[in-house]
C-alpha cells in the first residue's frame, strides 16, 4: 500500500519494508523468503526468534545497512559486518537520516509462569518511532497496551493483535484509540501465533473512528 508516497508492505509477523525518501527500512526480520538485500535501516524491537532472525536479515541486508537493535540482540547479531546502533527505552538516534526514537515495549497481564510475563519491563525491549518523508511511524514490538502509549504521537501505528505474548485485537484497538494514529495496521499474527480473524476484529473495533489497512504479504 501506498501511504503519503511512502510504499509500506508486509512480509510476515511484525516485518515490514517502508520505501521513501530514498530509502528502505526493515523492521523485526522474520521468515523472510526472498533475497531483498536492499535495506538501508532495520529496527530490531527484541532479541526473541520471531523478530530477530539471523537467516532473514541475511536477505534484507547489504554492506551499508545500519542495524538498531536492544542491546541484547548483539549476541545474535555478531555474525554481521554492517554497523549496528544498540539502544535502550527513551533514546533517540538519527540513523541515516531518519529520526528514531526508542519507547518501552512490554508486557502487563501476558503471564508464561505465575507472576512472570513473557516480556518483563525490565528486559528493555523497545518499540521505535521513528519518521521517513515528514511521515511518523510506530512499531509497538511484543507489548500490551501500556501506560507509555499515551506520549506516542504517530500517523501510522503497527499494532500486535494475537493475544498470548501481546495485546488481544481488542486490547489493539484500545491502544490504537490512545494514540490515535491516522492508520493503524495490524501484526503478529498468521505466522503460528494469531489468524487473520484478530486482524479482522481489531479493524471491526475501530470502524468510523480510526482508519484501519489488513495488508496482504508481498511474498505471496
Known amino acids: 500500500m501506498e501511504y503519503k508516497g511512502i510504499e509500506i508492505g508486509w512480509l510476515h509477523h511484525d516485518c515490514f519494508r517502508i520505501a521513501g525518501g530514498g530509502l528502505i527500512l526493515y523492521t523485526d526480520p522474520y521468515k523472510v523468503e526472498r533475497s531483498y538485500n536492499d535495506g538501508d ?99 509497538a514490538g511484543d507489548t500490551d497496551a501500556i501506560p507509555e502509549m499515551k506520549d506516542i504521537k504517530a500517523d501510522v501505528a503497527f499494532l500486535p493483535v494475537s493475544g498470548i505474548y501481546v495485546m488481544t485485537s481488542d486490547e489493539a484497538a484500545e491502544a490504537a484509540l490512545t494514540i490515535k494514529p491516522d492508520l493503524a495496521v495490524p501484526m503478529h499474527y498468521g505466522s503460528g501465533i494469531g489468524t487473520e480473524k484478530d486482524a479482522l476484529n481489531f479493524a471491526d473495533k475501530l470502524k468510523g473512528r480510526i482508519k484501519v489497512e489488513i495488508l496482504r504479504t508481498i511474498e505471496g
Open 41 to 139: 535501516v532495520i529496527l530490531i524491537t527484541h532479541d526473541h526468534y520471531d523478530h530477530c532472525n539471523p537467516e532473514s536479515i541475511k536477505k534484507l541486508v547489504k554492506d551499508e545497512t545500519v542495524i538498531v537493535a536492544p542491546k541484547d540482540c548483539e549476541e545474535k547479531l555478531s555474525e554481521f559486518k554492517q554497523k549496528k546502533v544498540f539502544v535502550s527505552p527513551n533514546e533517540v538516534k538519527i540513523v541515516r537520516g531518519v529520526s528514531i526514537r526508542t519507547v518501552r515495549s512490554y508486557n502487563l497481564n501476558k503471564f508464561r509462569a505465575p507472576g512472570e510475563v513473557f516480556h518483563p519491563k525490565e528486559k528493555g525491549n523497545v518499540g521505535y518511532v521513528f519518521t521517513i518523508s515528514g511521515v511518523k511511524f510506530y512499531i
